[in-house]
């Protein structure tokens, strides 16, 4: 996989150095289309999520999550193969090697072809065993084993499909990715309100996910191809050596792959196995708000793998360490904005949101979880930059040393104090793995001393947030004045705003204070740009 002129290949790329200027000048436009299309799908999931489980009902739902989560493991058959693929499309861009563009398209295709027919087959047996692992009511197992088969098929088409998007990440074109997200969510969102409230039920919930994953793949094969109009894949380019780079890159990303389901996607089978689906529901709705969160702090950090990569080709190491402690202050700001609401006020949020019954229950789950964000935050920065290095070896072998040690945790701890005991299990190994071993680790790759991360990123930012958390709390705790929707926009709203002022002057320094307004500033004309194109 050799660095080839432009002339070589069928893909038209550009000069290296201009590449990697153009994917930073599109940050702050990213940025904002990231956000607008994380605050579309949030209010799509905050007024569909109570009538899905509130139409299939606890255990329903229960069986709803269940199956998302015991298929979701069929992830791993995909090897990590689609991190390796969006990281050399992005390096090769970078270099103008635009046949081996080609090359890593089609030696993936192959191998996440084989990948997705494993996927169905595990999909199969999964369904005909699901009734002997689980209590699910007797006239809920066909619909169950149905749903089962029908997410595995999403699953199998999203393994190719996962390398055109790849290709959209690799260019730094979240706009687009922001229309690919956008669209087929609230397709989904339409169908499944319809259909529910017209007496559908669980079945009807897995077709209408099957064809919005479906759609949104599609979606990304129709605009890799005008990104790139020279990508194809033939057999001529299937090539034995870049195999073996992917692979060799990719099994690392498998790890990792490997720990992230031990950590995110275990709790609910655990709290099942041993609870039972009802228990689920109650576990599974503080996580999704957490998966919320989470999900939200990509729309900053998946900027970063691709910045990286190109950064690493150009040999740009000053560039790197400046990425990776401004990258990873920005975003535990952001993700501290959301923590310190969480652990604060999500409790009084759930009740009104789902129902008093979910306060008590879901509430200290969610106070627990919401911690672990603020750790993986830390992570997922560290992440991102040591794959576009190519240097995340160490990193997948601490994050499944976390996900075995949360599994084991968990198991233990729901047995004294029941699905609480799980959440516990989550945080613990996060706090040593997550938020002191990697990000040290990291900082030691990068020439950063540890103490100069935490001293930049984890201080500076607490500093900021300290006032932010205070507040909440004292308009909630201390005074009681949080007791519907009014009052609690009104607490967080006054709260972020205090925090914002907060971030500008402690958060940022001089010189990013005068990065942001500049980037707002090419960011305002990019909009009206847009507006007088409509």
């Not at 990213?30 to 007024?47: D, H, K, M, Q």
């Not at 199956?67 to 689609?82: H, M």
């Amino acid at each position: 996989m050799g660095q080839e002129s432009a002339a070589t290949g069928d893909v038209k790329t550009g000069n290296g150095a201009r590449t990697l200027d153009d994917a930073k000048a599109r940050i702050p436009w990213n940025v904002f289309c990231n956000w607008a299309s994380y605050g579309v799908n949030l209010v799509i999931g905050l007024l569909i999520g109570p009538l899905v489980v509130h139409r299939l009902g606890n255990v329903a739902y229960g069986v709803w999550a269940l199956v998302g989560d015991l298929i979701g493991y069929s992830f791993l058959l995909e090897f990590g193969v689609r991190f390796a693929v969006t990281r050399y499309v992005a390096r090769h861009h970078a270099l103008e090697s635009p046949r081996d563009i080609n090359q890593v398209l089609t030696t993936g295709f192959a191998f996440t072809s084989v990948s997705a027919a494993l996927v169905l087959g595990a999909g199969g047996v999964t369904a005909y065993l699901l009734p002997r692992l689980f209590s699910i009511p007797a006239g809920l197992v066909l619909d169950s084993r149905l749903s089962l088969i029908l997410v595995s098929v999403g699953i199998a088409v999203s393994f190719p499909g996962s390398l055109f998007h790849g290709c959209i990440t690799a260019l730094s074109r979240y706009d687009l990715s922001t229309i690919r997200n956008t669209v087929p969510n609230l397709l989904r969102a339409f169908s499944l309100w319809y259909f529910l409230t017209h007496g559908y039920g669980l079945l009807t919930v897995a077709i209408i996910s099957t064809l919005q994953t479906c759609l949104a793949y599609g979606l990304d094969f129709v605009m890799a191809r005008q990104l790139l109009p020279g990508i194809t894949i033939r057999r001529k380019y299937f090539d034995r050596s870049t195999l073996h780079s992917l692979v060799t890159y990719s099994v690392y990303a498998f790890v990792m792959s490997v720990s992230w389901r031990l950590i995110y996607m275990t709790d609910n089978v655990v709290v099942g196995f041993v609870l039972g689906p009802a228990a689920v529901t109650f576990y599974a709705v503080g996580g999704q708000l957490i998966g919320l969160l989470r999900d939200s702090l990509v729309n900053i950090t998946a900027l970063y793998a691709p910045l990286a990569s190109q950064m690493d080709a150009l040999k740009k190491e000053d560039s790197l360490r400046k990425l990776f402690l401004a990258g990873s202050r920005i975003g535990f700001l952001y993700i501290l904005a959301g923590v310190s609401a969480l652990t604060i006020v999500g409790p009084r949020f759930l009740g009104l949101w789902m129902g008093e019954p979910f306060e008590p229950r879901s509430g200290p789950i969610l106070i627990l979880l919401a911690l672990e964000a603020g750790c993986h935050a830390l992570a997922l920065c560290c992440g991102q930059v040591l794959y576009g290095m190519n240097r995340h070896k160490v990193g997948a072998w601490l994050s499944l040393c976390n996900g075995a040690a949360n599994l084991a945790l968990s198991t233990v701890m729901i047995r004294w104090w029941g699905a609480v005991g799980v959440a516990w299990g989550t945080l613990i190994p996060a706090v040593i793995v997550e938020a002191i071993v990697l990000p040290a680790f990291t900082a030691s790759i990068l020439g950063v001393s540890p103490g100069r991360f935490y001293k930049s990123v984890v201080l500076r930012s607490l500093l900021a947030a300290a006032p932010y958390a205070g507040w909440l709390w004292l308009l909630s705790h201390r005074l009681g004045l949080v007791k519907g929707w009014t009052s609690l926009t009104l607490a967080v709203g006054s709260g972020l705003a205090l925090y914002a002022l907060l971030v500008w002057k402690v958060g940022l320094d001089g010189a990013e204070r005068d990065l942001a307004k500049s980037s707002l500033s090419r960011l305002k004309r990019r909009i009206l740009v847009s507006q007088e194109g409509l």
